[in-house]
């Protein structure tokens, strides 16, 4: 969670950005804003964004509302919102994922580098691996063991072929030594439910996507990326702490927006997020799904976002992802 002298930051940001904005930038948002999530329901993207754009609404008086928009592995609904208007009427929402996509893809239907720009990152999670309750993999180890000892046999779900999960699994068996199956789903919600039913051994996901599973009892964590444990989980270790080294991928949600949406209006939103962040109901939330309340500005998220994408081009190179 963020110390008191990260929230005093967020809250100095949020004050500065106040200050700057023109009486222009204050009528916006004069109309609802649509927040694009290029997955299907029920996953941690969509969760994480349709929270978000409560609170928007509640702190600008403005509906903010979402519409999954899914397909291609987000690009789709990306697609979608690059060539909307600049106006901050239309965002899009996303994760890690979105640093893959040079990797995934021959070719986009958008200019990835130019067409959308960062407004800010907002929710961070861990990675953690999940399996059903009762199965017979009680430990990261286990299930590793279980790999060595069939390679290519122990199963797991993502949404999709270069979707953050899979390669997020992929780097995992490149840090353990081991080759897994994949089985890819049309979304992260389908691979949960087929952990959840037996078709796969494990998934995985970011901690916000299987939290509600995880404290239903149906299913269990067997590590958590990160140099610690999770406030909600402190029985589940690290991977490190499992002998996984150099396993350390932590997946964050944030929102673009088209190309040449006005300055004070791109303030603006930042001022609204850092706030939200900066809200103790928001900090409750984070630590309930086991993750962490922060904030990047603009270009802080595109510096993280760089050397993100240039992270993922090695994992795809070590796995041999063919682009699609």
């Known amino acids: 969670m963020l110390n008191r002298r990260s929230i005093a930051g967020v809250l100095a940001f949020a004050a500065w950005l106040g200050v700057t904005l023109d009486a222009g930038a204050q009528a916006w948002p004069a109309k609802p804003v649509k927040i694009v999530v290029p997955y299907p329901p029920g996953g941690a993207v969509d969760a994480v964004s349709r929270k978000i754009a409560q609170h928007l609404t509640q702190q600008t008086g403005q509906s903010f509302f979402v519409e999954n928009k899914a397909g291609a592995t987000g690009t789709i609904g990306a697609s979608q919102v690059a060539q909307s208007a600049a106006d901050g009427y239309t965002l899009v929402a996303n994760d890690t994922t979105y640093a893959l996509l040079p990797h995934i893809f021959k070719k986009l239907p958008f200019d990835w580098a130019h067409d959308l720009q960062p407004v800010g990152a907002f929710m961070f999670a861990p990675m953690t691996v999940a399996v059903k309750t009762g199965s017979p993999y009680k430990t990261i180890n286990e299930l590793v063991a279980a790999a060595k000892a069939n390679p290519g046999k122990v199963s797991y779900g993502s949404g999709g072929p270069g979707s953050a999960p899979h390669f997020t699994s992929e780097a995992l068996g490149v840090?353990?030594?081991?080759?897994?199956?994949?089985?890819?789903?049309?979304?992260?919600?389908?691979?949960?439910?087929?952990?959840?039913?037996?078709?796969?051994?494990?998934?995985?996901?970011?901690?916000p996507g299987v939290m509600g599973q995880v404290k239903s009892g149906s299913m269990q964590l067997l590590a958590v990326s990160g140099d610690k444990r999770l406030n909600a989980l402190p029985q589940v270790p690290t991977f490190h702490e499992s002998g996984i080294k150099g396993f350390g991928v932590i997946n964050f949600?944030?929102?673009?927006?088209?190309?040449?949406?006005?300055?004070?209006?791109?303030?603006?939103?930042?001022?609204e997020l850092a706030t939200a962040m900066a809200s103790a109901d928001m900090r409750a939330y984070a630590d309930g799904i086991g993750a962490e309340a922060g904030f990047w500005d603009s270009a802080t998220f595109a510096k993280k976002l760089h050397e993100s994408t240039t992270l993922w081009g090695k994992v795809a190179a070590d796995t041999g992802f063919d682009k699609q």
């Open 175 to 207: 840090a353990s030594g081991v080759k897994f199956m994949h089985v890819p789903f049309k979304g992260a919600g389908e691979a949960t439910a087929a952990v959840l039913g037996g078709v796969v051994e494990f998934q995985v996901a970011s901690t």
């Open 253 to 271: 949600t944030g929102l673009w927006a088209p190309k040449n949406v006005p300055t004070e209006v791109m303030n603006r939103l930042q001022r």
